[in-house]
């Protein structure tokens, strides 16, 4: 749980100012962020570069965001970016495979990547003297991958390998999993982004080599340094590194589909071998997250149900109710339309069925009926200090632009969204739960353990 600091602890804590605003009794002052000054320009041949100079420590963090996730995944070819994903990490023309660990690793850094419904981004931080190998590796990897056939088959085997660890024998992996599928009816969303082993297994080699020569591009790809160096200097290498890539002459595939409104609430039943509990989640449809008039609130509204022991979630269904061991909420923004999802995991001897009623009666309590205002702020105080504590490391501004820039439409988005946040009202809550939450169909999803399931057929 994070602790709730109060605004003056915050500002001792970072550096930050206040502006004194008039306000309603117990509301917190605005605070005055100063902006991340970032830089950005585009090459030729259409690769995205944000830059941020920061001398605040002796580090550099590269990361590579291309514009492509598992809604882009081939029909009937699941898990595909999450493939592409454990393959950037092999050999390339001029590097062995896993030589990121040494270029990262062996200096004091660190390598990572992840992949996302839009998104699959690669990301390091390393001592700033550093910078260029990096730059080198990550072009290269982009320009001269190996995608053969020992590369595919050795990566679709560990990709297989996570799929057991965490969907088959994860308790409740499957109820996650289930979620998108069962929330969607048109958008690709609909399909996980671990995808499936029988579709990677009907995978061929043929169509990793498309899938790469499709959406591994620079036209494709957003470059974000953030960290230790001097801007000319970073520019100069971008320039030699990236901007000989050549752009390919074809289009790149975009998603079209619109998911349509609900027209009425339905209903699932998903089981499970390993679960020894039932458990319940419900989704909404929520719009995306270029829609920050009504994304944060949301945010705001998720927050106040699930976020910390203290949320009422937790208090009506674990504590009081004691109907559940786990609950929780959460406004999952995405390019194209999000979800709203309200989740319980019951308790020994309960049934999803009063979990179900709980959630709705907290939902509509909250989407009705006034809002303390400490509440309020103790809530946006949270989400504000985990935003903050995030953007004093390189690795963190990176990260925070790359979300404002591909998901939330805008990198300007990284400096008005935490204004947008302070300004949450009470009104703003209720109008956003009552428009995508009380107010719109759900789908609700039964998760049973196979012999409870057996039994309720009977």
Do not use: C
């Not at 069962?182 to 061929?204: C, F, M, N, Q």
């Not at 179900?356 to 504000?384: F, N, S």
Request: proline share 7%.
């Amino acid at each position: 749980m994070t602790k709730h600091l109060r605004p003056a602890t915050v500002l001792a804590s970072l550096g930050l100012f206040v502006i004194a605003m008039a306000s309603p009794p117990l509301a917190a002052a605005e605070l005055s962020i100063p902006p991340i000054q970032y830089h950005q320009r585009t090459l030729p041949n259409g690769l995205q570069v944000i830059s941020v100079e920061d001398h605040a420590s002796p580090n550099v963090a590269v990361q590579v965001w291309y514009h492509v996730g598992s809604k882009d995944d081939p029909q009937g070819r699941s898990g595909f970016a999450h493939l592409f994903e454990h393959l950037m990490f092999k050999s390339t023309k001029h590097m062995h495979a896993e030589q990121f660990d040494r270029l990262t690793e062996d200096v004091g850094g660190a390598n990572n990547a992840s992949t996302g419904d839009d998104v699959t981004n690669y990301f390091e931080v390393v001592p700033s003297n550093h910078l260029q190998t990096l730059l080198w590796a990550e072009a290269e990897r982009l320009s001269n991958l190996n995608v053969d056939e020992a590369n595919f088959k050795s990566e679709r085997a560990v990709v297989e390998e996570e799929y057991r660890q965490s969907v088959l024998a994860n308790p409740y992996g499957k109820l996650f999993n289930a979620i998108d599928p069962k929330s969607y009816t048109v958008h690709p969303y609909k399909r996980p982004t671990i995808g499936s082993i029988e579709d990677l297994e009907a995978a061929s080699l043929q169509n990793v080599i498309d899938f790469h020569g499709t959406f591994y591009r620079p036209d494709n790809a957003t470059l974000i340094v953030a960290g230790d160096f001097d801007t000319r200097q970073l520019d100069a290498w971008i320039d030699s590194y990236f901007g000989w890539i050549p752009k390919p002459a074809t289009p790149i595939p975009q998603v079209t589909a619109q998911e349509p409104k609900r027209k009425k609430n339905l209903r699932y039943t998903v089981t499970s071998e390993t679960a020894p509990l039932p458990a319940v989640a419900i989704t909404w449809l929520i719009p995306p997250a270029s829609d920050s008039a009504d994304t944060i609130p949301l945010q705001v509204a998720a927050a106040l149900l699930a976020q910390g022991d203290s949320s009422r979630l937790y208090q009506s269904l674990v504590y009081r109710h004691q109907v559940a061991q786990q609950a929780g909420a959460d406004a999952d923004g995405r390019v194209g339309p999000g979800l709203f999802t309200a989740y319980a995991i019951l308790a020994s001897g309960h049934q999803p069925a009063e979990a179900e009623k709980l959630l709705h009666e907290e939902i509509i309590w909250l989407a009705t009926q006034p809002i303390p205002a400490a509440e309020l702020d103790k809530v946006k105080t949270q989400l504000l200090t985990d935003e903050l504590k995030q953007r004093q490391t390189a690795q963190g501004q990176a990260f925070a632009l790359g979300q404002a820039s591909l998901i939330d439409g805008n990198p300007e988005h990284v400096n008005t969204d935490l204004a947008a946040l302070q300004k949450v009202t009470e009104q703003d809550v209720h109008r956003v739960l009552q428009k995508y939450v009380t107010g719109a169909h759900s789908v609700t999803i039964d998760y049973l353990p196979q012999a409870a399931a057996k039994g309720a057929a009977k």
